[in-house]
């Protein structure tokens, strides 16, 4: 069964760094999304990507944050200066299409941690 | 805005028990409504989703949900639990391509 897939599966990492954040959507998917969810909290809708340019993101997708489809594969989440309270679980997901009825996959999470 | 609200952060039955998982919209327009769940080191799943087509929408693994546009309310139900129930489930709602979660509720199944 086609599944979304993400490494690395944990993530450590000093404040300040640059992390990225793989994800291998499902093959003839076409949406892709980011979503987190800090220790406690709800999931939280970062950014969606369709067609190679960011579709919709939320206030909390800000500048440090990018996206990008590299390679037609791989879909990455590149946070570019890490802070504390970027400490989360990060979801990467894929659908067929955008609508609002069509299902998401959601990979298994990257768990990361800044010290 | 569209938007959910899960009531009980965390529920706890007997194995053998009605599991009664609660969900509350809000939508100016007829939502799109989800339950996923998560179970330990894995990612979320989905188990049903109400797309205006039925009212009671049946899932995977015995769960189903009844939408009650007079309650605002999406509950998710099964007629009893099992040991491998136990997870965390999400109720979402849909306002175009992306989800809106609700905080989420921890099932506990007690033997």
């Known amino acids: 069964e086609p599944e979304v897939t993400q490494t690395p599966s944990h993530q450590v990492t000093q404040m300040g760094q640059e992390v990225i954040l793989r994800c291998v959507p499902i093959s003839n998917h076409l949406y892709f999304y980011w979503y987190r969810q800090i220790l406690g909290q709800k999931v939280e809708f970062l950014v969606s990507?369709?067609?190679?340019?960011?579709?919709?993101k939320s206030e909390i997708f800000d500048d440090q944050f990018s996206v990008e489809r590299p390679d037609g594969s791989n879909f990455t989440l590149k946070i570019r200066s890490t802070k504390l309270e970027d400490s989360a679980m990060y979801f990467c997901a894929s659908s067929r299409t955008g609508n609002t009825n069509t299902e998401a996959f959601f990979g298994q999470g990257t768990r990361l941690t800044v010290v | 805005a569209q938007s959910v609200t899960q009531l009980g952060s965390h529920v706890s039955v007997s194995e053998g028990a009605l599991v009664l998982l609660r969900c509350n919209y809000s939508s100016s327009v007829p939502p799109y409504l989800f339950w996923y769940v998560q179970y330990p080191n894995q990612g979320l799943q989905l188990l049903l989703k109400y797309t205006s087509a039925a009212t009671l929408v049946k899932g995977i693994n015995g769960f189903e949900a009844e939408f009650k546009k007079s309650e605002t309310s999406f509950h998710l139900t099964k007629p009893s639990a099992h040991m491998s129930d136990a997870a965390e489930y999400f109720c979402?709602?849909?306002?175009?391509?992306?989800?809106?979660f609700g905080q989420g509720t921890t099932l506990q199944v007690k033997p």
């Open positions: 979402a709602v849909s306002p175009g391509g992306k989800l809106i």
């Open positions: 990507f369709y067609n190679n340019e960011i579709s919709e």
